[in-house]
């Protein structure tokens, strides 16, 4: 057997098969990262340089079309039923949407998915720069046979008599609007963030945020009364992270499940608890536990209201991270509540269960007092986050925000002279951990740091920097913060 039979009959095999070691966790293992079990492949998104370093095998050998979701017709999200018999490769295809997370030409889809149901205008004309030839066509100096199909960043376009048809998404990570923004003075700069290269601009504001607007109820919470003094002195940068070392919990990713409000409010707590507990519980609390176990919150992976999730926190508890490990990944999977809760008279939260991840004993929950709602005022964040420690910011996000490299964030409008399709804005909530400033006193350099919840990977370390003082994308508009449950005696429960 070749080594390509060799692949190939491994890759088939993994593909419906679970096989399961030590504590029931399912492991597939296959010849690339990228491959979980079966049809759930993990979207991965190619940058430019990873594309032209394969374009020399796969994606040069043209792809056999035949009539498959043709006859079948095509499905909605993930539908294992919805497969047809694909005799070439003596195996079963697939036409469901859920082929759309997957490479072209991946073999648990139907050759002609691509073509019949991904929405291709076949009206539009060829992509420039892309000469046709009689019997094929050429992308970037590759020779690509009649009916070929290839990937470009979220669009898919096919070679159709000597031409390229491709659909004509918006993408996420746009190249234009990244020169663009490089181009100008705006004090921040872009870049194509890998985890984001061939989603569209649509899945990225549906897939990676996920906090509600606020509720006329949370906006109409009263703030705390003023603390700082005209004249006092706030130092010209602080971070959360200097003044109090293990307490501060870095950024987690939160994939494409839009969960923004239940990252940022597990992470708040999770710092909030480890200060005013001074160090005596120090665990990062469970974004995973709000996304299965808020019944307030039942959307999960397609958004949530930060209240609600400082409601569960206080009246139900987290556990930490490790005792209920984050598993979500897409946000159209559901993962069942594994933990459950009882309280007592003086309304502590004791757990009913052990731990989802039995590789961790502890099962404590961790709780907090009701929210408060800080003024919306430069200097009375900065002495709440001085004084008691990181706090929750809800923000609005614009279609730039996502190509953020390095700097200070403001947002750009540069993509104004575009069609309204190019241009979106969402709800997503933040933790900031401090501040600081460039350049003097100049407001143009005053900004916040915040810690954002897609991955190390984004941004500054998974941190980005943001115009402060001027409530740049209205994140001074709603500051929350909580205490963490500490007995009068000063015992933390």
């Known amino acids: 057997m070749s080594s390509g039979e060799n692949h190939t009959f491994f890759f088939n095999s993994c593909k419906r098969m679970m096989v399961f070691f030590g504590y029931g966790i399912l492991l597939c293992f296959t010849f690339t ?67 759309d997370q997957e490479p072209v030409g991946h073999a648990d889809c139907c050759p002609d998915f691509w073509l019949v149901c991904s929405d291709m205008n076949l009206q539009n004309p060829p992509t420039p720069n892309t000469p046709s030839l009689e019997n094929g066509c050429t992308a970037d100096g590759t020779y690509y046979e009649d009916k070929a199909i290839i990937r470009e960043n979220c669009n898919y376009c096919t070679c159709l008599g000597g031409q390229w048809k491709c659909t004509q998404y918006i993408c996420l990570v746009q190249t234009d609007l990244i020169e663009d923004i490089n181009a100008g003075d705006f004090g921040w700069k872009a870049g194509n963030h890998s985890d984001f290269w061939g989603m569209t601009l649509d ?82 609390l469970s974004p995973q536990n709000l996304i299965s176990c808020d019944t307030h919150n039942h959307n999960g992976c397609h958004g949530g209201n930060i209240d609600s999730a400082w409601w569960f926190l206080r009246k139900r508890g987290l556990v930490s991270h490790s005792c209920y490990p984050y598993v979500m990944d897409k946000n159209d999977a559901y993962v069942p509540c594994n933990m459950s809760s009882i309280s007592d008279k003086r309304g502590k939260s004791h757990p009913t269960a052990k731990c989802p991840n039995r590789l961790e004993d502890s099962n404590y929950i961790y709780q907090c007092s009701p929210p408060y709602r800080v003024p919306s005022s430069e200097r009375e964040i900065m002495k709440e986050i001085m004084e008691n420690g990181p706090v929750q910011a809800v923000m609005t996000v614009h279609e730039d925000f996502f190509l953020y490299k390095t700097g200070i964030y403001k947002h ?16 997503h909530s933040v933790k900031i951990v401090g501040w600081g400033a460039t350049g003097g006193t100049d407001r143009r350099h005053k900004f916040w740091i915040a810690a954002n919840s897609w991955g190390r990977k984004w941004g500054e370390n998974g941190y980005f920097r943001i115009l402060r003082g001027e409530n740049e994308c209205g994140i001074e508009d709603l500051i929350i913060a909580a205490w963490g449950s500490v007995t009068p005696a000063g015992e933390f429960e």
């Open 33 to 99: 990262e990228y491959f979980v079990s079966g049809r759930n492949l993990g979207t991965h998104l190619y940058s430019a340089e990873e594309r032209n370093l394969f374009r020399g095998s796969r994606a040069k050998r043209a792809l056999d079309i035949g009539s498959y979701c043709e006859k079948r017709g095509c499905c909605q999200n993930r539908n294992d039923d919805c497969s047809v018999w694909y005799f070439q490769k003596n195996s079963t295809c697939y036409c469901d949407k859920f082929c």
């Open 203 to 284: 899945k990225g504001f549906e897939d990676r945020l996920g906090t509600f607007p606020p509720s006329p109820a949370l906006l109409s919470m009263n703030e705390m009364a003023g603390r700082v003094s005209f004249d006092e002195e706030l130092p010209l940068f602080f971070i959360a992270s200097y003044k109090w070392p293990q307490y501060i919990h870095g950024p987690l990713d939160q994939k494409n499940c839009a969960a923004s409000w239940a990252f940022s409010t597990a992470s708040v707590a999770a710092d909030r608890i480890a200060i005013h507990s001074q160090g005596h519980f120090t665990s990062n």
């Open 412 to 427: 750009t409008g540069a993509a104004q002279n575009k069609s309204e399709r190019h241009q979106k804005n969402g709800t």
